[in-house]
């Protein structure tokens, strides 16, 4: 049976696209490269010449480290990035969106770095945002940087339409910081977006630094204001009223509880919304908490502090300010510890003073002094000098002389005796 020839006809039709397909198109033409406001890069680029017309064209795009790869068949691609580094976009032409599709040869553009030496760049830049409010960053001086050198931050944001200069430059040592107005407005998804920063100085000697800022993960509350505490059923309750700009479902807090008595502190986390708008259509929310196992008789010191937590933010470890501490309780007697603390000395030294004397005497009892010859000789016979000791040395000799005339008379008398 012979097949119709409209059939054949279309047969050799969709060999011949299907080999369109399979073959690599040309590559991109055009690329370029540009830089709009602090740190947004955008690639662009004209479809490839000679291309085939039955091929529906897409291209593929990734950076040079091929991450985030992607095929789109728009002739666009931008991203935010910090400029600190080189940064190279390869793009290629391909007939679909599939992964397997063999695509055009690569053609790879580059942005360069910023000129300069890299140890003159600042260092440890960051910024915090306050309280939805406004933004501080932080930086120190570069390795090869003058001490008297003039820095300037600029920043961009959607919401601000151009680029701003920071104007509020503090130096605080080594530290330097500036401040800048960032209050989130009623745009839901303001805080979804980044704040662009670059810092460079006034001369242009050193390498100017990018950072790029998310602001859910740099957020940081003021914070929160203690109205009230009170004993109820052996608990401390405990009532606070949050930061201005915070709903109470995105944040956490912790409660230190300091005993006077003890000297010691407990701290409870509250991860739970216990928070209600303390007037009609006011946004200043009054949260409370309950601290177990307290009694009236001590006295107690309170302070809070806040978090935004995993429900809103990226960041759950920059915790506020501790809030203003609050005290209840029976208050220690101040009097009698400032009487203990200067009675406690003079007992002590009293006690020292008679303890050494126990110990001499003790020592005298046990140890007596031995008495001194020379002393005892002198108490005989006093004070001696040398003419008295010559009077006894003659005496001394006179007396043996009359001594030994006696014995010699003696002798006599006696032989006279004894002879007839």
Not at 400 to 409: A, G, I, L, M, P
């Amino acid at each position: 049976m012979e097949r119709p020839t409209w059939l054949c006809g279309l047969w050799a039709l969709l060999l011949c696209a299907g080999a369109a397909l399979s073959e690599s198109q040309p590559p991109v033409t055009n690329l370029s490269v540009s830089i709009e406001n602090l740190c947004t890069v955008i690639w662009t680029w004209n479809p490839p010449e000679g291309a085939s017309p039955n091929c529906s064209l897409s291209y593929l795009s990734y950076f040079h480290d091929k991450k985030e790869r992607r095929i789109a068949p728009e002739t666009r691609r931008s991203i935010e990035v910090p400029l600190n580094e080189k940064i190279c976009l390869q793009v290629a032409s391909q007939c679909s969106t599939n992964e397997s599709e063999n695509p055009s040869t690569l053609v790879e553009k580059c942005i360069s770095p910023p000129e300069g030496d890299p140890e003159s760049a600042v260092t440890e830049l960051q910024c915090v945002w306050h309280n939805l409010s406004y933004m501080t960053c932080s930086w120190l001086p570069g390795k090869n940087t003058s001490p008297d050198t003039n820095y300037t931050l600029y920043y961009w944001h959607r919401s601000l339409g151009k680029i701003l200069q920071c104007e509020n430059i503090h130096r605080r040592g080594q530290h330097i910081d500036c401040s800048f107005d960032l209050t989130k407005g009623n745009d839901s998804s303001f805080d979804q977006n980044s704040v662009q920063i670059m810092v460079k100085d006034n001369a242009g000697k050193i390498r100017p630094s990018f950072i790029i800022v998310p602001l859910p993960s740099h957020v940081k509350p003021d914070p929160p204001h203690i109205t009230s505490l009170f004993f109820k059923d052996s608990n401390l309750h405990v009532q606070w009223e949050n930061p201005q700009n915070f709903v109470s479902p995105c944040l956490s807090y912790e409660v230190e509880v300091n005993n006077s008595q003890t000297e010691t502190h407990d701290t409870f986390y509250d991860e739970e919304n216990k928070c209600e708008n303390s007037e009609f259509g006011s946004k200043v929310t009054s949260c409370f908490m309950m601290v177990p196992g307290v009694t009236p008789d001590t006295f107690y010191t309170v302070r809070i502090r806040v978090k935004t937590n995993k429900f809103c933010y990226d960041d759950v470890k920059l915790w506020s300010n501790w809030s203003k501490p609050m005290s209840i309780g029976k208050k220690p007697n101040s009097t009698f510890y400032i009487s203990m603390l200067l009675i406690i000395p003079v007992i002590v030294a009293g006690a020292i003073i008679v303890l050494l004397l126990y110990l001499k005497r003790l020592k005298i009892i046990i140890f007596p002094p031995i008495p001194d010859p020379g002393k005892i000789f002198k108490e005989m016979f006093g004070d001696q000098n040398d003419d008295t000791l010559q009077h006894w040395k003659k005496y001394d000799i006179c007396e043996k002389q009359s001594k030994e005339e006696t014995d010699s008379v003696v002798l006599i008398e006696n032989l006279k005796k004894v002879t007839p």
